[in-house]
């Protein structure tokens, strides 16, 4: 059954002088005491990884540009029940990347190869952005790898994207926010420039999937974003819940692009109340 979501800001009330929430870049959270990090070779590059917490396995993929020390907030309402896997995307963070050009289907692979490395048979993907493009692309290609995917601010054709995205504020903030934590922590901190230029090709071209393919996910999909996204067209959004089969949509109240910082409350909840069941 198709289930569209709408929280109530009285809720969550914000302080009538403070910045509206979708205005706000919070800081990246800190690392998570306890994670166990490593690098797994995998399709010929160094995949960053570490893991936390016990039970169900769930996988949190990060967004273009940035890494896995954005899922900080929701690593530790997570862990308490599961074992939580963050990765950095190849090329990003403390990840490597070969010369081969980015695309979703490579990427997506990678973490497919890491699972096996990690001996995890299935589990369920949470995905920002481009790290919601990477789940459904593995539930489109790895069908047996996923349970269940949280897609938030996901595209499956390059016209789900707003024009000028990269020029909104909060989302300018952050390529330069993501320019430092890329020098901080990248094995090629100097590459910044053509890291963006690579996989801005990408995002010229890709994903570019078609009705009959989002059809064929047979995964249990919830299609998430916020009611302020910078970069994804909300018309985009409910077509995507409206084509995969038994998708539900969740539009969450005074968040954008980045929501995960902004009300991390919020999203929790939801995000937990999607994996879990209650």
Do not use: C
């Not at 054709?157 to 909060?170: D, I, L, N, R």
């Not at 996989?199 to 919830?222: F, G, Y």
């Amino acid at each position: 059954m198709r289930l569209l979501l709408w929280a109530l800001l009285l809720l969550f009330p914000v302080q009538a002088s403070a910045a509206p929430l979708w205005q706000t870049l919070p800081p990246t959270p800190p690392a998570v005491s306890g994670e166990r990090s490593g690098h797994a070779k995998v399709n010929g590059i160094s995949l960053y990884y570490a893991t936390i917490g016990h039970g169900p396995p769930v996988v949190l993929l990060h967004g273009g540009l940035s890494n896995s020390d954005y899922w900080g907030h929701q690593v530790k309402a997570l862990a308490r029940q599961h074992m939580v896997i963050v990765v950095d995307s190849r090329g990003h963070g403390r990840s490597t990347r070969d010369d081969r050009p980015y695309g979703y289907d490579l990427m997506a692979d990678d973490i497919d190869a890491l699972l096996d490395a990690l001996h995890i048979v299935k589990a369920d993907v949470v995905g920002w952005s481009d790290g919601a493009i990477l789940g459904l692309d593995i539930a489109l290609r790895h069908s047996g790898r996923v349970g269940k995917v949280f897609a938030f601010a996901a595209n499956t054709v390059t016209s789900g994207v707003q024009e000028g995205v990269e020029k909104a504020p909060v989302f300018a903030r952050f390529i330069e926010r993501a320019r430092g934590e890329y020098a901080k922590l990248s094995a090629t901190p100097k590459d910044y420039d053509a890291f963006v230029s690579q996989i801005t090709k990408m995002w010229e071209t890709e994903p570019n999937w078609t009705d009959d393919q989002l059809r064929s996910i047979k995964a249990t999909v919830l299609v998430v974003d916020g009611d302020h996204d910078e970069a994804i067209k909300r018309a985009h959004t409910e077509y995507i819940a409206a084509t995969i089969p038994n998708a539900g949509l969740l539009i969450l109240p005074n968040v954008s692009h980045f929501a995960f910082l902004q009300d991390p409350a919020l999203f929790n909840a939801a995000l937990l109340h999607f994996i879990d069941g209650n």
